[in-house]
DNA sequence: GCTCAATGTGCCACTGTGTGGCATTTGCTC
DNA sequence: GAGCAAATGCCACACAGTGGCACATTGAGC
């Protein structure tokens, strides 16, 4: 893990690392609103956490913080549309070949491997409020909805009824790993989960009263 | 089809219609309201429309309102919550013996059958909504991850990792199902989806690149 | 080093959603 | 018809999110 930083994944671009003074500054803000609000969140709650919390604690105006996120969720979901984004490009520099679930399956290894240390702290923290806040947890089943069309887009044609089957199946099968993973989050279990949830799928199938 | 009639559907009870009056007015508001939300919102577009304009429409105070409905999103969402209660109830009937892919979709087709043709009109109207607002689409999905926990606990052990990934297999199945059905939305037409979707599913988990 | 344009930011006012309190009406019971 | 409980309406409020406009900071040209 760690392949990438922090600084590259907050400003979700594949390019290096912003050149100009401005451009680091504004990520700073991107930064500290996304980390001081996991916190936040963490501690009073997401439903009970006001967003002037989150604004006075980094001193920073409601209007800049629209700008930059576009909801009170998107901002607690940084972590989540961190993983896709990084699963997206993983995905783009991966050869598709063999069965499509292990190329998913695989794919999602290898993102995982790139995460880095900070980004294992902050992920578990959002699950748990996803957990608890129903308004967090329409968002993020949304985005995964959303990277779900993109993935379609990549693995072949999207109007594909088995494709985009399959897709789903995926997706759902990750969600059940983390539910796995959730009580513990040993950085170094998350791959364990995945690969066990992954065989599984077959099986489930054929699961009997 | 049409075993239930809508008063029942939407008193989301399995019991008799209510006989005081004052309960009928009430489910008559409640109706209105459902209906009312489906039209303007069909019109307008969710988000453009206000909830003052059903409001006005149904001639109906705002505080009444919410303790009929906990938000705009949910008396949008009426005809697929009524489904999906009796999906349960449905469930709670049949005899579980079998491949538990066979006792979903059996249930599910049973379920289709039971819906009345008042709700095959509202049903693809809703549809039409969720795909066009992100917000509804949000609470779409949170609402269907409800349901497969109360699923689960219907079909076995909810904490079984197979259980849960086959129920979410299901629920994706039926969405893609939904999918393919929504450009005609012809009712007598999504029985077939239903059980290709279904059929399909072994096959998608074998697709190559 | 200074000016100028561009971009980011702060402040203010506004819309819209959802909630709590309280008086009023409406339907039910005796 | 009187009394009671439930439903409703109205008012004020908290919070999320948006648009407009002025101000400050940065980067570039001279």
Redesign the pocket.
């Known amino acids: 893990m760690a392949a990438a930083c922090t600084a590259r994944l907050l400003s979700m671009t594949t390019s290096g690392e912003p050149a ?4 680091r ?2 990520l700073r ?1 991107r930064q500290a609103l996304a980390e001081t609000a996991i916190s936040l969140f963490g501690e009073r709650g997401f439903d009970a ?4 919390a989150l604004l006075d604690t980094v ?6 913080f ?3 996120y ?4 998107d901002v607690a979901l940084t972590a989540a549309k961190q993983l896709w984004s990084v699963f997206l490009t993983t995905l783009d520099e991966t050869a598709k070949s063999g069965p499509l679930v292990d190329v998913f399956r695989d794919a999602l290894l290898a993102t995982l491997d790139r995460m880095d240390d900070d980004w294992y702290q902050r992920f578990p923290a959002t699950l748990r409020l996803v957990e608890q806040s129903p308004s967090l947890n329409g968002h993020s089943l949304r985005h995964c909805a959303e990277i779900q069309e993109e993935v379609a887009h990549r693995l072949g044609d999207p109007r594909d009824l088995e494709l985009r089957m399959l897709i789903e199946f995926c997706v759902a099968t990750w969600r059940c790993a983390l539910d796995e993973w959730l009580p513990d989050c040993a950085p170094g279990d998350l791959p364990g989960h995945v690969r066990r949830a992954f065989s599984a799928m077959k099986d489930s199938l054929l699961l009997r009263a």
């Open positions: 100009t003074l401005r451009e500054k504004k803000t956490t006001p967003l002037d001193e920073v105006s409601r209007r800049t629209f700008r930059n576009r909801s009170k969720e």
